[in-house]
C-alpha cells in the first residue's frame, strides 16, 4: 500500500517552520513596538524626584535634564550615597562646598535666595533631596557662568574643581569641547563628563518634549 495514502501522516517540516517563524516574526514585531514607545524608555530610564529637580532647576536657571543628569550619574537617585572622600546626596556636595553656596545664596533676597532661607539651615539637611539638589543645581548654573555658557567645561569642573579646568584650558590641554573630551588628563573626570553628557543625550530624547521639563525662566 501507498505509505503517502496512509492516515496520519506526518505534516510537512515546511508548515511546520512557516509557523514558527511566523510566531516569532509577530513577537519581533511586538517588541519592536514596545521599544519605540516613550513610555518603554521612560520605565529604562527614570528620572526620581522630578518636582525637587523641575523646581530647584526653574530657580537657579538651568536645564533640569542637565541636573538629573548629573544625579544619574554621581548617585544613581541614592539619597544616602556618600563618597569616600565624603561628597553627600543626591549630587554628591562635599559639605564645605555646600556651605559655601548656601551662604552666598541666603545673602539674596528673592529667586533662589528666598527658596534656600525656606529650608532648614541645619549641616544634617544636606542629605535631604530637596535641600541638595536645590544647592546643586544653583552651583551647576553658576559654574555655567564661570566658564562662560561652556556646559562642557563646568560640568568637568563639578568632577575636578573650577581651578583644574581653568588651568587645562588656559595651558591648551584641553579645549573645552565635548568632541575632545579625551584631551581631558584626569580618566575620572573625562568619565564622567562622557556619562553625564550621554544620558543628558537620552533624557532629552525621552523627556524633552514634555512642558515639565521645560522649566527654564
Given at each position: 500500500?501507498?505509505?503517502?495514502?496512509?492516515?496520519?501522516?506526518?505534516?510537512?517540516?515546511?508548515?511546520?517552520?512557516?509557523?514558527?517563524?511566523?510566531?516569532?516574526?509577530?513577537?519581533?514585531?511586538?517588541?519592536?513596538?514596545?521599544i519605540s514607545?516613550?513610555s518603554f524608555?521612560?520605565?529604562?530610564?527614570?528620572?526620581?524626584?522630578?518636582?525637587?529637580?523641575?523646581?530647584?532647576?526653574?530657580?537657579?536657571?538651568?536645564?533640569?535634564?542637565?541636573?538629573?543628569?548629573?544625579?544619574?550619574?554621581?548617585?544613581?537617585?541614592?539619597?544616602?550615597?556618600?563618597?569616600?572622600?565624603?561628597?553627600?546626596?543626591?549630587?554628591?556636595?562635599?559639605?564645605d562646598t555646600?556651605?559655601?553656596?548656601?551662604?552666598?545664596?541666603?545673602?539674596?533676597?528673592?529667586?533662589?535666595?528666598?527658596?534656600?532661607?525656606?529650608?532648614?539651615?541645619?549641616?544634617?539637611?544636606?542629605?535631604?533631596?530637596?535641600?541638595?539638589?536645590?544647592?546643586?543645581?544653583?552651583?551647576?548654573?553658576?559654574?555655567?557662568?564661570?566658564?562662560?555658557?561652556?556646559?562642557?567645561?563646568?560640568?568637568?569642573?563639578?568632577?575636578?574643581?573650577?581651578?583644574?579646568?581653568?588651568?587645562?584650558?588656559?595651558?591648551?590641554?584641553?579645549?573645552?569641547?565635548?568632541?575632545?573630551?579625551?584631551?581631558?588628563?584626569?580618566?575620572?573626570?573625562?568619565?564622567?563628563?562622557?556619562?553625564?553628557?550621554?544620558?543628558?543625550?537620552?533624557?532629552?530624547?525621552?523627556?524633552?518634549?514634555?512642558?515639565?521639563?521645560?522649566?527654564?525662566?
Open positions: 500500500m501507498d505509505n503517502h495514502s496512509q492516515p496520519g501522516k506526518r505534516r510537512p517540516k515546511f508548515v511546520i517552520l512557516n509557523r514558527r517563524s511566523l510566531v516569532a516574526a509577530i513577537l519581533l514585531i511586538a517588541v519592536l513596538i514596545i514607545t516613550n524608555w521612560r520605565m529604562m530610564y527614570p528620572i526620581h524626584y522630578q518636582k525637587n529637580i523641575q523646581s530647584a532647576a526653574a530657580f537657579a536657571k538651568v536645564d533640569p535634564l542637565l541636573i538629573a543628569s548629573v544625579i544619574r550619574v554621581e548617585s544613581k537617585f541614592q539619597t544616602e550615597d556618600v563618597s569616600h572622600a565624603g561628597a553627600v546626596g543626591l549630587m554628591q556636595l562635599m559639605p555646600a556651605q559655601w553656596i548656601a551662604d552666598t545664596i541666603r545673602q539674596q533676597t528673592t529667586g533662589s535666595g528666598g527658596a534656600v532661607n525656606r529650608l532648614p539651615k541645619d549641616d544634617k539637611q544636606l542629605a535631604s533631596p530637596q535641600y541638595n539638589i536645590l544647592i546643586g543645581s544653583w552651583y551647576v548654573q553658576n559654574l555655567i557662568q564661570q566658564f562662560h555658557g561652556n556646559v562642557t567645561a563646568a560640568v568637568a569642573a563639578y568632577n575636578a574643581g573650577p581651578k583644574r579646568v581653568q588651568d587645562w584650558l588656559r595651558s591648551g590641554t584641553w579645549d573645552g569641547k565635548l568632541q575632545d573630551i579625551d584631551q581631558i588628563p584626569v580618566g575620572e573626570t573625562r568619565h564622567f563628563v562622557d556619562r553625564v553628557f550621554y544620558n543628558y543625550s537620552l533624557y532629552k530624547k525621552i523627556y524633552g518634549h514634555d512642558p515639565a521639563w521645560n522649566t527654564q525662566t
